[in-house]
């Protein structure tokens, strides 16, 4: 799997990609290091340059830069991991085939667009526009159900709407967690970022 070919495709040519992933074997590990780390490095390098070179109206530091860095990287990897097996989990509900690691190329791949647009974060003002870009990975979660869950047309709506609210959910909870965490660890606060001083 090269890294560009399989980004550039998901996000341009989805449908015919899916397709090309479903014929792959699934290995969680590899999706991991050699597709998940390198590209939420994206996000991960941009926010510490965007917060410590950059900052918004009235802030910067390098340490929210590090912290917010390190919430963008572990987000990454417990959300694929965690949406991936909740969405496996819930396979058969929804007359789907059971297999965590096609349920973790699935949610990887979809999530690519907000890994991508996470350069964004390089300004951090602009860090909302990176997480509406990254709603295009619905669309992609959707075109992905068949292909990779061998979800069938019928429950294909249900599947998609449970599937998008663990993602949304998980990635929102774990954003929240990790950053309070790494903030904590840095002696900072989501105030300091706001704070004129």
């Known amino acids: 799997m090269n890294l ?46 965007g917060w410590g070179l950059v900052g918004n109206y009235y802030y910067t530091s390098f340490g929210y830069g590090i912290a917010i860095g390190l919430e963008h990287l572990m987000t990454a990897f417990l959300s694929v991991l965690i949406a ?5 989990a ?6 789907s085939q059971k297999n965590t690691g096609r349920a ?7 999530m690519t667009p907000i ?22 990975g619905l669309y992609l979660l959707y075109l992905g159900l068949t292909p990779i869950m061998k979800t069938m047309e019928s429950p294909k709506i249900g599947y998609l709407v ?15 967690i990790l950053k309070k965490i790494f903030l904590a660890i840095f002696g900072l606060s989501e105030l300091s970022a706001m704070s004129f001083y």
Request: hydrophobic share 60%; aromatic share 12%; no cysteine.
């Open 162 to 176: 449970v599937s998008i609210i663990i993602f949304i959910v998980d990635y929102a909870v774990l954003m929240t």
């Open 4 to 49: 560009l070919e399989r980004a550039k495709n998901i996000i341009i040519t989805p449908k015919t990609e899916w397709e090309a992933v479903a014929n792959e074997e699934p290995n969680i590990q590899q999706i991991l290091m050699s597709y998940v780390l390198p590209l939420a490095l994206i996000p991960t390098f941009a926010s510490i340059i």
């Open 84 to 88: 991936g097996f909740v969405i496996d």
């Open 115 to 136: 890994w991508v647009a996470g350069i964004l974060n390089i300004v951090p003002t602009l860090d909302w526009l990176s997480m509406i870009i990254g709603f295009y």
């Open 104 to 110: 973790v190329q699935l949610v990887a791949f979809s």
């Open 90 to 95: 819930l396979a058969p509900s929804f007359g």
